[in-house]
């Protein structure tokens, strides 16, 4: 092709995208026909942003229950943005419960949506790995690409390779140091970056992009996550706060009245709205992080997060289409709302409970006492595990000192200097006072700062009988 025939070539393309973009978009597979020619002609174009490597993904929801409905609906519309941009099936691996869509509550079966006007995203989700297959230890098989070790589900692992990408998305509740699993055992922070450094050493990526949502995740990558392992991390939250769920019931934008729960997470809505809105090809991770940040925090005023990153600053400069795959961005975009309300993640499932009751109508009957019952217990173990954690720390360190050794917070370090100190100090006062539950999670922080104190085991033992034994949350 001479030179004026390429030109040629080039500008009835680029005409040709113009044109398109100014007509009304063809219906159903026509559409998505259209995306895929365009996104390959676009792709074509130019040096190959991954020199010949694949984009993988993992995605994960790490809870169950229809009061997290937002987690799975998180997942749900992070898939579709993926495969939008061109990912294929075979490389995107899912993680859910999948106990939402068909959910006898949910009131449009078979259906999950992630805003209040927003379209379904559960049709057409892969189903890898679902109910008790959602635990750590297969997603550690998943990350290690040890089909071997995966139990059930479809078998699908990163089979990476040394020029290949990965996104890896997880919304779900945590605490300092975990995160936490519909079944099985929580995910530790020292594990994970244990994982990670494992598939570093085996040389199986080119780089890696993490987001995280829940509760204190920083705490899962602070002081822990090198910078020179190729691996950028953003979190919804800073080591010691909560994050947010969003669209709730009595919040501003409100979900559909149908809906007694949140339909999304606030970081996690903020960065896929990000992605939905801009043109994949030229924002970078650094500019999705700037709007990211200041939406979750309300625009500087307050009221939802500190996004954080860490690891590998330098894929910062990394345009997002490089993980998450390229679409043509929408022409009429409206404006996105910044948060008014925001429901802290912990309190999402008793604003769940009290939307149930309150649609239970005026007149008393059997429902609507089983479940202001049901909101009584929550309350009552929720003040239960909180004054168990504080008179195990008046009876380790005394009443004075107790609650600044309890609540201190070791900025740019790691939670906890012994990992294993804590899983210990965790059992014992389960032993004891009974499961954290996604509430309890938030003592995480004690119990390490306990181990960080020199606490004993058998010291742990002793306050955690003289606080619990006998007495229940009941």
Known sequence: MGVSSYITFKVILVLAV????????????????????????????????????????????GSNGYWN??????????????????????????????????????????????????SDVYGGVPKDYTGKEVNTENFFAVLLGNKSAVVGGSGKVL????KDVIFIYYSDHGGPGILAMPTGADLYADDFIAVLKKKHEAGTYKKMVIYVEACESGSMFEGLLPHDWNIYAMTASAADENSSGW?????????????????????????????????????????QYENVKKRTWNNGTGGGSHVMEYGSMD????????????????????????????????????????????????EKSEMKDKVLKEMS???????????????????????????????????TLPLVDDWECLRSMV????????????YGKRHMRAFANICNNGISLAAMGKASMAACDGHSAQ
């Open 18 to 61: 113009l044109v398109v973009a100014v007509q009304p978009p063809p219906c159903g597979a026509a559409t998505d026909r259209l995306s895929t020619l365009l996104r390959s002609a676009v792709d074509n174009d130019g040096e190959d942003e991954n020199s010949g490597g694949r984009k993988w993904a993992v995605l994960v929801a």
């Open 315 to 362: 894929l910062r400069k990394d345009k997002l289409s490089k993980y998450q795959g390229y679409v043509l961005p929408p022409i009429n975009v409206a404006t996105i709302p910044m948060p008014g309300t925001t429901v802290h993640q912990r309190d999402a499932e008793l604003l769940y409970l009290w939307e149930k009751y309150k649609r239970l109508g005026d």
């Open 377 to 411: 217990e929550k309350m009552q173990v929720r003040a239960y595990i909180d004054g168990s954690v504080d008179a195990i720390g008046d009876y380790l360190f005394g009443t004075e000192k107790a609650h600044s050794i309890l609540k201190s917070v070791r900025k």
């Open 69 to 118: 409905y937002r987690h799975q609906a998180d997942i749900c519309h992070a898939y579709q943005i993926l495969k939008k941009g061109g990912l294929k099936d075979e490389n995107i691996i899912v993680f859910m419960y999948d106990d939402i869509a068909n959910n006898k509550e949910n009131p449009r079966k078979g259906v999950i949506i992630n805003s209040p006007n927003g």
């Open 427 to 438: 059992k014992i006062f389960e032993e004891h006072c009974g499961a954290l539950g996604e």
């Open 247 to 287: 669209y709730c019931p009595g919040s501003d934008p409100l979900p559909p009245p149908e809906y007694t729960t949140c339909l999304g997470d606030l970081f996690s809505i903020s960065w896929m709205e990000d992605s939905d809105r801009h043109n994949r090809k030229k924002e970078t991770i650094s500019g």
């Open 159 to 162: 089979n990476t390779k040394p």
